[in-house]
């Protein structure tokens, strides 16, 4: 199962004037640094949140169906999902079959349509299936995820690094700020 960026996001979720008003800085000669920071930061709270901050279209791709297509359909992720763009089964030698029409998207679940079946995926083929996640805009972003990717910058500023979220953690003001956006599964 692999994910691929069809279309990126148009824009970070951070404007750089912004980002850079939040760093106090008045200059232009760190704004490389301080995008780069922004989009490193942008990546850390996707990461963590298995959710994309600004619409982008991405396409992930199955070697065999998910084995709860069947029943309450397959979750997309990233998420948010507002559209499904594509399904598309392809053979071995990369020649693609459209079954959009078979499948549809309920709250973020890819599903058969009813009376649809699944079709068979070809020995060394496999399905794309192409999809837009993102909250929308840059504007359209939580005011609260937007603060935790200029705090994430922030303090990779002062640092000089971001911060491994496997060593060290995030600082507990961005944990409590993506807390509420995180995913229970049961």
Not at 31 to 53: C, P, R
Not at 67 to 79: E, I, N
Not at 88 to 117: M, Y
Request: hydrophobic share 45%.
């Amino acid at each position: 199962m692999t994910l691929t960026v069809i279309t990126p996001p148009a824009e970070p979720p951070v404007a750089l004037a912004e980002m850079k008003a939040f760093l106090r800085i008045g200059h232009d000669g760190e704004d490389t640094l301080v995008a780069d920071l922004v989009a490193a930061a942008t990546g850390q709270v996707e990461g963590l949140l298995g959710k994309v901050l600004v619409t982008c279209t991405l396409e992930r791709c199955y070697q065999v169906w998910p084995p709860t297509l069947a029943g309450r359909g397959a979750h997309l992720r990233p998420g948010p999902v507002s559209a499904l763009t594509s399904v598309t089964v392809v053979d071995a030698d990369d020649v693609g079959e459209d079954v959009t029409s078979r499948f549809k998207l309920d709250c973020g679940r890819l599903q058969l349509r009813p009376w649809s079946f699944a079709p068979a995926i070809p020995t060394g083929g496999s399905v794309k299936v192409g999809f837009v996640a993102g909250y929308g805009a840059a504007s359209a972003v939580p005011a609260d995820l937007v603060l935790a990717v200029q705090r994430l910058a922030q303090e990779a500023y002062r640092n000089g690094e971001l911060a491994d979220a496997a060593s060290t953690g995030v600082p507990r003001d961005v944990e409590a700020l993506i807390a509420a956006y995180r995913e229970i599964r049961l």
